[in-house]
């Protein structure tokens, strides 16, 4: 797309306050003053600029009013990728975040960071957050890098904060083009290298290489670290299809492209149909032709009788038959006689399974070349976020790589092992505090609630008093009632003794009617 087109969309946009999305790719003959004209169009109606190594992409726009922030941060961004500063900024104008997962609210972010703890707070990584979410971001070499007739050496630095329970630290290298926007765990990758863990099931390093459209991954295990420091994966391959994978500069595992990976086929086949000749001599040792057995060797007994058995007293032979004694192992008896072994003259070793060749095998001298590598990407998946990718590097010798690796992450081990140790000591003095707290407000919560229960005990019981206590009153004032009308229906109001006493009980004295 030329500068001159964007104007007509530019004047329509900024006239009515419009909100726009779009996507233009500056092309390599898209530069100077006609780069400058468009992006000026561009931010006129509030698009955003990301230059990534000659290309930019302009994304969904704001209003008017924002158009300063942006020029300001468009301008920013360029100044440190022209004068390369190592600022916050200045990562972010080599990495490109991915869209992944964005609409759906899952794509995570990257945050410039030396973590909680560190050797050095200088040195800086890019680490995942938050939890749950998926994680896209990639890095456009200055220029693409072939290894063919050479080394291919890609390490990195990893360390997992969050102790991590399920999610991967491995990362990607990719060739040909790639949409670093839409860069996710569906984009081709030339080679896939480092730590996945979850569970306790799975704790190793991937290495998975692309063949002629087709992953494959080691068929080795290969185990990483699962502690919360920094380590160094490195993975080496060498124009003679062998490899090497190092952690923290120390061998892990080595090979041949051709016997580690499934990529062609064997070159060698076991031959089923063989058999083992008929004269093969397998036996290693014979006996000995010219040994003779003694004379009195099968006449020593196996047990003989035990000096210290006795007869005991009350033994009545006419009852208990004649005694005899115990026996024991002979100490002289040496078992069946075979003659001595010697070694067989005539040995041709234990028989085996020819190997032949595999009639399918085809070699490919160049099974150790990739297309050649244009990107590095780091693309996960992780429940706990907290992963510090750090101190990258591609390159074809192997022994500057073990260099570089000494000279960030590992010289700095003892210092971030320290820096670990303090911020564990203050994580279990916090959570000590924290479960104190929990444990005061939990009393504290007791506490009330006995009260509470106290209070509703003691109402309660004061209620059920008053209620027995009316009840009481209830009934005793019934039985007054009954007394009365009793005592009333047997009174003889014609009786005019003086005998009160007896007109209460007429059966006393009384004549019945």
Same mark, same amino acid.
């Given at each position: ?22 996507? &233009? ?40 009013? !924002? ?24 990562? #972010? ?51 693409? *890098? ?31 083009? &790639? +949409? ?12 896939? *290298? ?20 087709? +992953? ?36 892990? #595992? ?18 089923? %149909? ?13 006996? $000995?032709? /010219? ?68 009639? #399918? *095998?085809?070699?490919?001298? !160049? ?44 010289? +700095? ?49 004061? $209620?059920?008093?008053?209620?027995? /206590? ?15 009308? %009793? ?8 009786? /005019? ?17």
């Amino acid at each position: 797309m030329s500068a001159p087109a964007l104007l007509p969309l530019a004047l329509a946009l900024a006239l009515f306050s419009a909100r726009a999305a779009c996507e &233009v790719i500056f092309e390599e003959r898209f530069e100077g003053e006609s780069r400058r004209i468009g992006l000026r169009f561009a931010l006129i109606v509030e698009m955003f600029c990301h230059p990534n190594a000659g290309c930019g992409f302009l994304r969904t726009c704001a209003r008017c009013c !924002d158009v300063m922030d942006l020029w300001f941060s468009f301008v920013n961004k360029h100044w440190v990728k022209k004068h390369g500063q190592a600022s916050l900024d200045g990562w #972010e104008s080599r990495w490109v975040r991915s869209d992944w997962k964005r609409s759906e609210g899952l794509a995570g972010n990257w945050i410039h960071t030396a973590g909680k703890w560190y050797g050095d707070d200088a040195d800086k990584g890019i680490q995942t957050s938050p939890d749950a979410r998926f994680f896209a971001i990639s890095t456009k070499f200055p220029q693409e *890098f072939s290894n063919k007739g050479r080394t291919l050496v890609l390490q990195y630095s990893v360390k997992h904060e969050q102790k991590i329970e399920c999610g991967g630290g491995y990362v990607k290298l990719m060739s040909g083009y &790639v +949409n670093q926007r839409k860069f996710s765990g569906d984009t081709p990758y030339s080679i896939m *290298f480092g730590p996945d863990i979850c569970g306790t099931q799975t704790k190793k390093l991937h290495a998975i290489i692309q063949y002629k459209g087709q +992953n494959y991954p080691i068929k080795k295990t290969v185990a990483c670290e699962t502690d919360q420091l920094t380590h160094v994966y490195t993975f080496i391959i060498r124009p003679d299809a062998s490899y090497s994978i190092l952690v923290d500069n120390r061998e892990r #595992e080595s090979g041949s492209l051709y016997n580690d990976w499934e990529i062609l086929p064997p070159r060698k086949l076991k031959d089923n %149909k063989a058999k083992k000749p008929e004269d093969w001599d397998d036996r290693e040792y014979i006996p $000995d032709p /010219d040994d003779k057995k003694p004379e009195d060797w099968d006449s020593i007994p196996s047990e003989i009788p035990d000096p210290k058995s006795k007869k005991p007293d009350d033994w009545d032979e006419e009852d208990d038959g004649e005694w005899y004694p115990s026996t024991i192992p002979n100490p002289k008896y040496k078992g069946p006689w075979k003659p001595k072994k010697i070694k067989n003259p005539a040995y041709k070793g234990k028989w085996k399974i020819p190997w032949v060749d595999n009639p #399918e *095998f085809e070699d490919d001298p !160049d099974l150790y070349v990739f297309a050649p590598l244009q990107y590095f990407g780091i693309e996960l998946w992780q429940v706990k976020a907290g992963s510090l990718f750090d101190n990258i590097l591609i390159t074809d010798d192997p022994d500057y790589a073990k260099q570089v690796a000494e000279e960030t992450t590992l010289k +700095n081990k003892d210092a971030e092992l320290e820096s670990f140790e303090e911020a564990e000591k203050k994580r279990e003095a916090d959570e000590e505090r924290e479960a104190q707290a929990a444990r005061e407000e939990g009393e504290r919560r007791r506490r009330s609630r006995d009260r509470r229960r106290d209070s509703h005990s003691k109402l309660r019981s004061r $209620d059920r008093a008053r209620d027995y /206590d009316r009840r009481a009153r209830s009934k005793s004032a019934r039985l007054r009632e009954d007394m009365k009308s %009793k005592y009333s229906r047997g009174y003889d109001d014609e009786d /005019d003794d003086d005998d009160d006493d007896d007109d209460y009980y007429p059966d006393h004295g009384h004549d019945e009617l």
